[in-house]
């Protein structure tokens, strides 16, 4: 059926079709692919490659013989595997006498080169496929010229390479050769091309737009099957399709497809339908642990999430006393939680509800048990505090920084001490006790020891050093005071 210039054996003859068709005059070299040299010879049809050029090389027939290996790579062509078919073919335009065809190229062409595509038609009732191109073309888009008007017609293309010509593409419905006049297409609106969400019991009324000359064709199938009548309505007008259901179930979520069709032009669309209600309720509430003013709380999720994803769950308390719940947690998006600041002498219980998009599971889970909040003891407590060792050497956290002031200005030294026994403070100067003099004003408070210098002059500038000394040990920090005559 590929359609061919040359004589017909040449397409039965995978190995090298080309080179066949080009030579056929010339026997000597490539004896061994065409049936039509074999008259000559006709002992044997494998020798046929030996016997051809025996009229020149009649006596050293033999040497020919070590050249048996050329036929190996003739095997090895058979097996080269032809093209895959080409895919998405499809109707482009339809007129009074022709038709215009677009496909995409075969994911696979072996390992030979693509030589082209070849179009077939057969009449709607025949079997009898014929070419419409003489040669194989390379482009993805042709147009059937010549055609009847009125005439219908099923379509197919093959892919041809050198290993031969692969599975047809064919066009699932026949052609009918008249004019459209505008090509079918679905306008679907922006809201529906995402998940179309709806609550069990909801009305499904989808109005979806369309447009196509002569009037379209309009089919709607759900994994490839007709709809269920006796729950959806389908009612087409010249311009749209309306999809409606009375009471949506669980049952009618799922995509829709939906397909618009002229003479076998369509365009396809998809109606994600997802129906939802609310979760079930949370499964294995546990009271995990209580301690002090806390309670600690596990669940697995609901067995049904109402066909919606979970987005969390609500927690509620309910104290003995009032019997009230009241929400202890919003939206927990774990499957536990602590609940904290609970009041002391009281019992509580607990309950969890699962969220999804449709609301609060129409249940709860509440726990078996309860959880009694009691006073803690501190007995203890002061027993265990004089055992720590808390003795300490004096440590510096904060040293001394160097100042500068002037002359007249009072100033501070500061800096911080930590040990135990408390360590007691002594200030220097220039390695010298400052003992009492009204001039310094010491004093230490919360580990902070200060020494205030009142109205300094020049000659109160040098070395401070602060030491803390305990039983212990000792330790010591200094700085730098620099005090400055007024400008």
Request: aromatic share 6%; glycine share 6%.
């Amino acid at each position: 059926p590929a359609p061919e210039k040359e004589p017909a054996p040449t397409p039965k003859e995978e190995p090298a079709p080309a080179p066949a068709a080009e030579e056929p005059p010339a026997p000597e070299h490539r004896p061994d692919t065409e049936q039509p040299p074999a008259p000559p010879d006709e002992p044997a049809p494998v020798p046929t490659a030996e016997v051809t050029p025996a009229p020149e090389e009649g006596p050293p027939a033999p040497p020919d013989e070590p050249q048996a290996p050329a036929p190996e790579p003739k095997p090895e062509k058979p097996k080269a595997e032809p093209p895959s078919a080409p895919l998405s073919l499809t109707v482009e335009e339809v007129s009074e006498n022709s038709v215009t065809l677009t496909w995409k190229a075969p994911e696979q062409t072996g390992r030979s080169a693509l030589d082209g595509y070849v179009v077939e038609i057969c009449k709607d009732g025949s079997t009898d496929w014929t070419a419409v191109n003489e040669e194989p073309f390379l482009s993805t888009r042709y147009t059937i010229q010549g055609l009847g008007s009125g005439d219908k017609i099923h379509v197919r293309v093959k892919a041809v390479s050198a290993s031969g010509a692969s599975v047809p593409a064919t066009l699932e419905q026949p052609v009918l050769v008249r004019e459209i006049l505008q090509l079918p297409r679905i306008r679907m609106p922006r809201h529906l091309r995402q998940t179309y969400v709806r609550r069990v019991g909801d009305a499904l009324n989808i109005m979806i737009p369309f447009q196509g000359k002569p009037q379209p064709e309009v089919i709607w199938t759900k994994g490839g099957q007709p709809l269920d009548t006796s729950r959806i309505n389908i009612r087409n007008t010249q311009k749209d399709t309306i999809f409606y259901i009375r009471e949506a179930q669980r049952s009618d979520s799922g995509k829709y497809e939906l397909a618009v069709r002229i003479n076998g032009a369509e365009d396809k669309a998809t109606l994600d339908i997802r129906v939802i209600e609310p979760p079930g309720p949370p499964r294995n509430l546990k009271l995990v642990d209580v301690w002090g003013f806390n309670v600690a709380l596990e669940w697995t999720p609901p067995a049904d999430n109402g066909n919606s994803e979970i987005k969390g769950y609500v927690v509620q308390k309910s104290d003995k006393k009032s019997g009230k719940w009241f929400t202890a947690l919003e939206r927990c998006t774990r499957t536990s939680c602590t609940i904290s600041d609970l009041i002391i002498g009281n019992t509580y219980s607990f309950r969890v509800f699962a969220e999804n998009a449709c609301g609060l599971s129409e249940k709860a889970a509440i726990t078996s048990g309860v959880a009694n909040i009691k006073k803690t003891k501190t007995a203890y407590q002061p027993e265990k505090i004089p055992q720590r060792d808390m003795m300490e050497p004096p440590k510096f956290t904060q040293p001394l920084t160097d100042r500068t002031t002037t002359r007249g200005y009072s100033t501070h030294l500061f800096c911080s001490v930590r040990g135990f026994p408390q360590p007691k403070i002594i200030w220097m100067k220039n390695q010298m006790e400052i003992r009492e003099d009204p001039k310094y004003i010491a004093m230490i408070e919360q580990g902070v020891c200060s020494l205030e210098i009142r109205k300094p002059s020049p000659f109160d500038g040098g070395i401070y050093t602060c030491k803390a000394v305990n039983p212990l040990g000792e330790a010591s920090v200094d700085c730098k005071l620099d005090v400055k005559g007024k400008i």
